[in-house]
Nanobody, 113 residues
Framework: VQLQASGGGLVQTGGSLRLSCAAS????????MGWYRQAPGKQRELVAS???????NYPGSMKGRCTISRDNAKNMVYLEMNSLKPEDTAVYYC????????WGQGTQVTVSS
């Protein structure tokens, strides 16, 4: 299974980005898909997750500013981020829980002040 994340980039404070992650290489269904992020010098932080039935979880500081969604038929997960702040600057990693946990390669999000 391979996860390919995309959609990162440079955005100004207050801007928006939409991250996408495509899972390929297997027909396994993923019970959970989601996004972590890791800023320089900080621990990896869970941003959002979504179960196959659509239940979402936003445990971190982006709650209220992001929306996670998934397309089970396409094995894709998305993260819509709004009102971005410089402290949101990080590498964003998608993941998927199947028979094990699979990780994408990360996509850089940089928010300029």
């Amino acid at each position: 299974v391979q996860l390919q994340a995309s959609g990162g980039g440079l955005v100004q404070t207050g801007g928006s980005l939409r991250l996408s992650c495509a899972a390929s290489g297997s027909s396994v269904s993923f019970s959970i898909m989601g996004w972590y992020r890791q800023a320089p010098g900080k621990q990896r932080e869970l941003v959002a997750s979504i179960k196959s039935g659509g239940i979402t979880n936003y445990p971190g500081s982006m709650k209220g500013r992001c929306t996670i969604s998934r397309d089970n038929a396409k094995n894709m997960v998305y993260l819509e981020m709004n009102s971005l702040k410089p402290e949101d600057t990080a590498v964003y990693y998608c993941y998927a829980v199947g028979t094990t946990v699979y990780w994408g390669q990360g996509t850089q999000v940089t928010v300029s002040s």
